[in-house]
């Protein structure tokens, strides 16, 4: 059955003799009848014209002469057009065959997703509450507008109104319904979720015994860091037809062992392409969130796509044609990706291009700053070639050991494919200050799955290697504030390391190393301030459990081995491929570290194993729960350092980079700027042990709380937290547990603290010869939407 198009006019009134309709009887209605609407709408074909365009609205004046050399540039219009024929069966399989493809910017033709924001289901999106939810009137007032007849069908319009001043994760606008059974004739709502705004607009048509989407346009605005961006896509669907009573060949499904799964992503150096994310946010996050039974969702959807030989191919005509059944803005494949140097950028076969820096002129910039230069055949979406220069200004720091210091290399990498490759990195280290070198060569393989590398040399370690301190924040602490939070040693060392993910849901990572290691003292006195008139710390700790953390030169052969494991992942499927949603499962982590002694003449022997988990989820639109907690215990502690303690992550700065979740506040140190007074309250190993433990971190992001119920201070992007830490370790019985509150997102970047804790055995003071039970400070970081480093591999 094909459908016979009209339009809307949309032109509701108030019907008089309607005045009495009451709109929460209507939403009640159409909340009851909207799962069977939902379980309905299968078994049909039709076909469907799709059109992206995106634009960077503003891109602050100092980013714009370096990024139009990559292409981006304010208001220039990126488009893609896609037109397929798709079929959906009863047990949730899509079927698309794409007959026409083609875009603008230089990349690889590429098939459109189809995004059909579904109302019937309780949430959708961005976990945004739909108003036929049966929680609707939890978080909605519905206000009647009137009725209109079109096609001698009686339309309700009913206004939807976010209850409680909420304005995130809720729609507002209008819905219309149909009077019989409630179907939706027609949505336009807003939705807002942190720094991006949807508006959402669908028309419906009736077909058989239903309404079903006719059209639909998504606009998604965001900004982030002085960027701000716009994506809009628009569908156009037509010529539905039931296939339930047609004899046409069945798609099977494969099994679950026949899908392959992503498990990685392509490693990628410090680019200016990084501070294409708020485009990449507004169009990943349209396309994957507001389909139709979004992985979040639960339901295990598959979908099959194929692509006709002629797709990319298609003549003017075709197009022409095509755009007959749609009212979209015209098209410009001819449009340059960019206006100001088209020719200077080579063809980017798809959106995981990392190369557009390869027809760059060396200048000072290449001196100046890290860069990859790329040569070879390109291959679909890589070079095979690549030398990653690491520009020592980027990594120079001072420390009170080595004084100024900084790191330098060139990488080599050669790609077999995108996520393929073998490396050689050599990186060495030199100390200005005491005109001495050293250096290390790693070795690495790397694919999907797999990633194995030998490296070894002679280069400095910090004693706590699984959160080391920021150096080049440590730096202007120690310059700025004689607040030296680095402690080092020097080691000579062989390693040999495999991680494998055998799937999102299951895998390993093992170390083996031999290291020959050295103390290390201070022998610089130098500063810029001197701020408190403090000496500088040692570089061997402060230490609860041991008077001396001082070691001696020891050789040591390490192992350690992890086990990783995501219980209830959600999942769906995408021709051979297979999508898991991360944040539906907790992440369980068991964690081997030991010495083996009497190897190669070793001596250190100890082990010890540890049982984590972490997880965030939504407790409430408003309002996300996270935590991480850890317990573990020494088996043996026969010899060893103090290099070899469990150590803590604490605060090891006063302006740090990092999670807000992933450290004590006040296991650390903290500068009560605020008061006017500084106080060093903990040295951040203070409480690193090699007995048994519980580490335990929770914490609670507000959206809507005390200072942010004012919608003028949310709308700035500001967030609330509340957090409990708890730490207890067993050789000296030490119960220490902080609680605080926090202002997340000031200026975009910033997070500030105050934090209260207790501690049953007593804290030191600034001295260490004093102790009290009680400490209070403010804490002031960069918020965790600015990372620094790398992110976790799980």
């Not at 280290?429 to 005109?435: D, G, H, I, L, W």
């Not at 140190?669 to 580490?695: A, R």
Request: no cysteine; glycine share 4%.
């Amino acid at each position: 059955m094909t459908i016979n198009l009209y339009n809307n006019s949309y032109a509701f009134q108030k019907n008089n003799a309607d005045s009495n309709l009451d709109a929460n009887s209507i939403i009640q209605k159409a909340i009851e009848l909207a799962p069977l609407h939902d379980k309905a709408f299968v078994n049909y074909q039709a076909e469907v014209f799709i059109q992206n365009s995106a634009k960077w609205t503003q891109i602050p004046g100092l980013w714009k002469p370096i990024l139009m050399n990559e292409g981006v540039e304010e208001n220039l219009l990126y488009q893609s057009e896609s037109f397929a024929q798709f079929s959906v069966s009863a047990d949730n399989t899509y079927h698309f065959i794409n007959k026409a493809i083609r875009n603008n910017y230089h990349t690889e033709a590429r098939p459109d997703k189809y995004i059909n924001p579904n109302f019937y289901k309780a949430t959708l999106g961005t976990n945004a509450i739909s108003p036929l939810s049966p929680k609707a009137f939890q978080y909605y007032d519905f206000e009647y507008l009137g009725t209109e007849i079109i096609n001698q069908v009686k339309i309700h319009q009913i206004k939807v109104i976010p209850k409680n001043n909420n304005d995130e994760k809720v729609f507002s606008g209008i819905i219309s319904l149909t009077d019989v059974d409630f179907f939706l004739q027609s949505v336009e709502l807003k939705v807002k979720n942190y720094n991006i705004t949807y508006q959402i607009q669908v028309r419906y048509v009736p077909f058989n015994t239903q309404w079903v989407p006719e059209h639909y346009q998504i606009t998604a605005t965001g900004a982030l860091m002085g960027f701000e961006g716009e994506y809009t896509y628009k569908a156009k669907v037509w010529n539905y037809q039931s296939i339930i009573h047609k004899i046409i060949p069945e798609l099977i499904r494969p099994n679950e062992d026949e899908f392959k799964e992503i498990v990685n992503i392509q490693e990628r150096n410090f680019e200016v392409q990084q501070f294409k994310q708020v485009m990449s946010a507004l169009s990943t996050n349209l396309k994957n969130q507001w389909s139709d039974a979004n992985i979040a969702s639960g339901l295990r959807r598959y979908d099959k796509i194929e692509i006709a030989p002629e797709a990319d191919i298609q003549n003017d005509n075709v197009w022409y044609q095509l755009k007959l059944n749609s009212d979209f803005k015209a098209f410009t494949p001819d449009l340059p990706i960019s206006s100001y140097n088209k020719n200077s950028l080579p063809l980017q076969p798809d959106e995981f291009s990392t190369y557009r820096q390869a027809n760059q002129k060396f200048g000072i910039g290449s001196v100046l700053f890290s860069r990859s230069y790329f040569w070879g055949n390109t291959k679909r979406g890589y070079y095979p070639y690549e030398i990653y220069y690491k520009s020592p200004v980027l990594d120079f720091n001072f420390n009170t050991v080595e004084g100024f210091v900084y790191n330098t290399g060139a990488l080599f990498r050669y790609r077999r494919n995108r996520y393929d490759w073998w490396e050689i990195d050599p990186t060495w280290r030199y100390s200005v200050t005491q005109n001495r070198s050293m250096g290390m060569v790693k070795i690495r393989w790397k694919t999907q799955r797999e990633d194995f590398s030998v490296s070894g040399g002679s280069f400095i370690s910090q004693y706590n290697v699984d959160t080391p301190v920021a150096l080049d924040l440590n730096s202007l602490s120690t310059l700025l504030l004689k607040k030296n939070f680095v402690k080092i040693y020097e080691k000579d060392f062989v390693n040999l390391s495999y991680n494998d993910r055998f799937s999102n849901t299951f895998g390993i990572k093992t170390s083996l190393e031999w290291a020959r290691r050295y103390p290390l003292e201070n022998t610089t006195n130098y500063y810029w301030i001197n701020f408190a008139g403090d000496p500088y710390s040692p570089n061997f700790p402060q230490n609860k459990e041991i008077t001396n953390t001082k070691f001696q030169s020891n050789d040591a052969f390490l192992a350690s081995f992890q086990i990783n494991y995501r219980p209830t992942l959600k999942k769906q499927y995408r021709n051979s491929i297979r999508y898991v949603d991360f944040s539906s499962s907790p992440l369980i982590t068991f964690k081997y570290r030991g010495a083996i002694p009497k190897v190669f003449g070793t001596e250190i022997d100890f082990h010890t194993i540890e049982l984590g988990i972490t997880h965030n989820f939504p407790l409430s639109i408003n309002t996300n729960f996270n935590y991480i907690a850890q317990a573990g215990t020494f088996l043996s502690a026969n010899k060893m350092t103090f290099a070899d303690y469990k150590h803590f992550n604490g605060n090891n700065n006063m302006i740090s980079i990092g999670d807000a979740l992933t450290t004590h506040r006040l296991v650390g140190f903290y500068d009560n700027y605020i008061w006017g007074v500084s106080k060093k309250l903990i040295d951040p190993f203070y409480f690193s042990t090699n007995g048994s433990y519980i580490d335990i971190m929770t914490m609670v992001g507000l959206r809507k709380f005390a200072l942010t119920q004012s919608t003028t201070i949310r709308n700035k992007g500001i967030r609330e937290e509340l957090f409990a830490n708890y730490l207890y370790t067993a050789n000296n019985d030490i119960h220490n547990v902080e609680i605080g509150y926090g202002i997340d997102g000031i200026l975009r970047i910033l997070r500030v603290e105050a934090v209260f804790a207790y501690n049953n055995r007593g804290l030191p003071n600034k001295d260490f010869t004093k102790f009290q039970n009680t400490q209070f400070g403010i804490r002031i970081s960069l918020n965790a939407r600015v990372r620094g480093g790398v992110t976790p591999d799980w």
